[in-house]
């Protein structure tokens, strides 16, 4: 199988797999991939076979087939071992892959998923009615699922956009699902989140996994259904990171040296108060999704001059130019901050971000 997938990110960051649900695509991993991208991770992202842009071979498949159909995308970008994250149909996967290849997987996220799915038979009826009707017949019946409220028409065109075909085929790979007694297999550490009101896997059934899996834990999303990492994607985003690998200090680190460059970083001497720093600051701060790097430089600079934190200041209109602020729109930040908070406070912080100016 060659997957459709996208590869985000720098070549030499440690790799996430994201794997999306029954009916979706890549797409709906968009929010999660910006915020992985700029922690420093590699993100590869694809369409499972029969969705989005990948071929949609006869079927039907299995759980078998489809998590081989990840470890040749492994292969292709030449990545011996990855995290892994899985919604749904994905999340499915990655327990199949994790406990049979537990050499390919690093950390695991499993995401609104389920060791028992529903019924063999309701999955045979889907199948059935979509080969005989189209995957327009199962539309709204699978919106409903996927979130609290009713979806817009970017959701609906993507899950009509699958391959009929391949969508029965993937529904016969869950109706086939039985990875409870491989659970037990997994050696990755792993973080199920469930969103608190899926209706088509439930908090129970995150339960479940968590339970069967050593090293595991589980989190419940307040106001989520089946698509979680969609509908609420701060709080799922959040999660991800902070478990892959620790990552507040991983991801942290990564921030802080694109932002004010390796030769600082290098500089500063090992202690507790730099991790603190690298933790709660560049870890949860910096990489969080909500404002870009270019607006988070210009609140930094706005409460240094207004503290007077002159020192701290100069390091910032670095990374304020690294981040793609020109002078100009710098001295902006500091005028707008006079206004607020003092003129004397504003004239030295001009003369800090002009000597910066000189010196570079």
Same mark, same amino acid.
């Given at each position: 199988?060659?997957?459709?997938?996208?590869?985000?990110? %720098?070549?030499?960051?440690?790799?996430?797999?994201?794997?999306?649900?029954?009916?979706?695509?890549?797409?709906?991993?968009?929010?999660?991939?910006?915020?992985?991208?700029?922690?420093g991770?590699?993100?590869?992202?694809?369409?499972?076979?029969?969705?989005?842009?990948?071929? /949609?071979?006869?079927?039907?498949?299995?759980?078998?087939?489809?998590?081989?159909?990840?470890?040749?995308?492994?292969?292709?970008?030449?990545?011996?071992?990855?995290?892994?994250?899985?919604?749904?149909?994905?999340?499915?996967?990655?327990?199949?892959?994790?406990a049979?290849?537990?050499?390919?997987?690093?950390?695991?996220?499993?995401?609104?998923?389920?060791?028992?799915?529903?019924?063999?038979?309701?999955?045979?009826r889907? /199948?059935?009615?979509?080969?005989?009707?189209?995957?327009?017949?199962?539309?709204?019946?699978?919106?409903?699922?996927?979130?609290?409220?009713?979806?817009d028409?970017?959701?609906?065109?993507m899950?009509?956009?699958?391959? /009929?075909?391949?969508?029965?085929?993937?529904?016969?790979?869950?109706?086939?699902?039985?990875?409870?007694?491989?659970?037990?297999?997994?050696?990755?550490?792993?973080?199920?989140?469930?969103?608190?009101h899926?209706?088509?896997?439930?908090?129970?059934?995150?339960?479940?996994?968590?339970?069967?899996?050593?090293?595991?834990?589980?989190?419940?999303?307040?106001?989520?259904?089946?698509?979680?990492?969609?509908?609420?994607?701060?709080?799922?985003?959040?999660?991800?990171?902070?478990?892959?690998?620790?990552?507040?200090?991983?991801?942290?680190?990564?921030?802080?040296?694109?932002?004010?460059?390796?030769?600082?970083?290098?500089?500063?001497?090992?202690?507790?108060?730099?991790?603190?720093?690298?933790?709660?600051?560049?870890?949860?701060?910096?990489?969080? %999704?909500?404002?870009?790097?270019r607006?988070?430089?210009?609140?930094?600079?706005?409460?240094?001059?207004?503290?007077?934190?002159?020192?701290?200041?100069?390091?910032?209109?670095?990374?304020?130019l690294?981040?793609?602020?020109?002078?100009?729109?710098?001295?902006?930040?500091?005028?707008?901050?006079?206004?607020?908070?003092?003129?004397?406070?504003?004239?030295?912080?001009?003369?800090?971000?002009?000597?910066? /100016?000189?010196?570079?």
């Open positions: 199988m060659r997957l459709h997938s996208v590869s985000e990110g %720098p070549a030499n960051g440690p790799v996430v797999v994201l794997s999306s649900s029954l009916g979706s695509d890549l797409r709906v991993w968009d929010h999660q991939a910006k915020a992985l991208v700029r922690a991770y590699r993100v590869v992202r694809y369409d499972h076979r029969g969705h989005g842009g990948s071929p /949609a071979p006869e079927g039907p498949y299995t759980l078998a087939e489809l998590a081989t159909d990840v470890v040749e995308l492994l292969d292709a970008y030449e990545v011996c071992r990855a995290h892994f994250v899985g919604l749904s149909l994905g999340g499915m996967v990655g327990m199949w892959l994790a049979t290849a537990p050499e390919r997987v690093d950390r695991l996220v499993l995401c609104c998923t389920s060791i028992t799915p529903g019924t063999k038979e309701a999955w045979a889907r /199948a059935g009615t979509v080969r005989r009707e189209g995957i327009a017949a199962v539309v709204d019946e699978v919106l409903s699922r996927w979130f609290t409220s009713p979806a028409d970017f959701w609906r065109e899950f009509v956009g699958t391959s /009929a075909g391949g969508y029965a085929s993937c529904c016969a790979a869950i109706e086939g699902v039985d990875v409870a007694a491989e659970l037990p297999k997994i050696t990755a550490p792993t973080l199920v989140i469930a969103g608190e899926d209706r088509a896997t439930p908090p129970e059934d995150g339960l479940r996994i968590a339970t069967g899996i050593p090293n595991s834990r589980l989190a419940v999303v307040p106001g989520s259904a089946h698509l979680g990492p969609a509908e609420r994607a701060p709080e799922f985003t959040e999660l991800i990171l902070d478990h892959l690998g620790g990552s507040r200090r991983t991801a942290g680190e990564a921030v802080r040296r694109e932002v004010l460059g390796d030769a600082h970083v290098d500089a500063a001497e090992p202690s507790a108060f730099q991790t603190y720093i690298t933790e709660a600051v560049w870890g949860s701060i910096w990489t969080r %999704p909500g404002l870009d790097r607006t988070r430089s210009c609140i930094t600079l706005a409460i240094l001059t207004a503290l007077r934190c002159h020192d701290e200041l100069a390091l910032h209109v670095r990374a304020a690294r981040n793609g602020l020109t002078a100009e729109e710098i001295d902006e930040v500091i005028l707008h901050t006079g206004a607020y908070a003092g003129v004397p406070a504003a004239n030295s912080a001009f003369l800090v971000a002009r000597g910066v /100016a000189r010196s570079d």
